[in-house]
């Protein structure tokens, strides 16, 4: 068998996509402007709505982790051009080169035979090698810094977005910002194309031309 070049998938260390820029929604902007209450300083400070509470301090958490997130990959990609990912390659006895990268994926390939071990030991011994460079160039360069932060500014955005399900909104922003981080969560991390984004995105906008329609009635009735 003629030799190739067979890799692994190679793992994933970022938490998630980060959307290009980052990800502020028209309905983000008019919760920010309060397009849906008239005063969007009072607002932000003292919030009559639980709903829309819970929704600032969910954006504060959701920008840091954005900001970090964005960071973490800076310094991945400097990682990878300077250290690559940790891996190993095997060559099997037909003679095809296969590159692994985990421990886990060496063992599930090579498997315990023993005419196996000579291989694994020196696999395992190249894999820690390369293991312990990444390490050393992970803390040099405060990517295991950044990467803890990112970690926990995305767990605190995520008990956040979790406590909109006990929270029952009051207002149009209320329900506008419940709809507005579930979405842009989801758009990080789905097929933003599919099942359930198009009609929440749909609700969304309903709401939001609602508080447009609403703000202009009041304003002639008021006139």
């Known amino acids: 068998m003629a030799d190739s070049d067979n890799t692994t998938t190679l793992p994933f260390v970022t938490r998630r996509q980060v959307l290009a820029g980052g990800m502020i929604t028209s309905t983000a902007l008019m919760l ?3 397009t849906f209450t008239g005063n969007a300083a009072a607002t932000k400070m003292s919030p009559s709505d639980p709903a829309l509470a819970l929704w600032w301090e969910w954006q504060t958490a959701h920008r840091l982790s954005e900001r970090l997130c964005r960071r973490q990959q800076r310094l991945e990609t400097k990682l ?5 990912f940790p891996c190993v390659t095997v060559r099997v006895s037909e003679g095809e080169d296969v590159t692994v990268h985990s421990i886990e994926a060496l063992n599930e390939f090579l498997g315990t035979r023993p005419d196996m ?3 694994r030991e020196a696999a395992e011994a190249h894999f820690a090698a ?3 460079r990444w ?3 992970a803390e040099e360069i405060g ?3 950044v990467f803890r932060a990112e970690r926990e500014a995305g767990d605190w955005a995520q008990d956040l977005l979790e406590a909109f399900s ?3 909104a009051t207002t149009l922003a209320g329900v506008a910002g419940k709809l507005d981080a579930v979405l842009r969560e989801g758009e990080a991390w789905e097929e933003c194309s599919e099942f359930p984004w198009p ?3 749909s609700a969304l906008n309903d709401l939001v031309r609602f508080g447009k329609l609403e703000k202009v009635f009041n304003g002639e009735r008021r006139s």
């Open 32 to 34: 920010e402007k309060g």
């Open 80 to 84: 990878i051009e300077s250290i690559g």
């Open 117 to 119: 071990a000579a291989l």
């Open 130 to 132: 390369h293991q312990a």
């Open 135 to 137: 390490d050393a160039a």
């Open 143 to 145: 990517y295991n810094t």
């Open 166 to 168: 006990t929270i029952a």
């Open 199 to 201: 009609q929440i995105r």
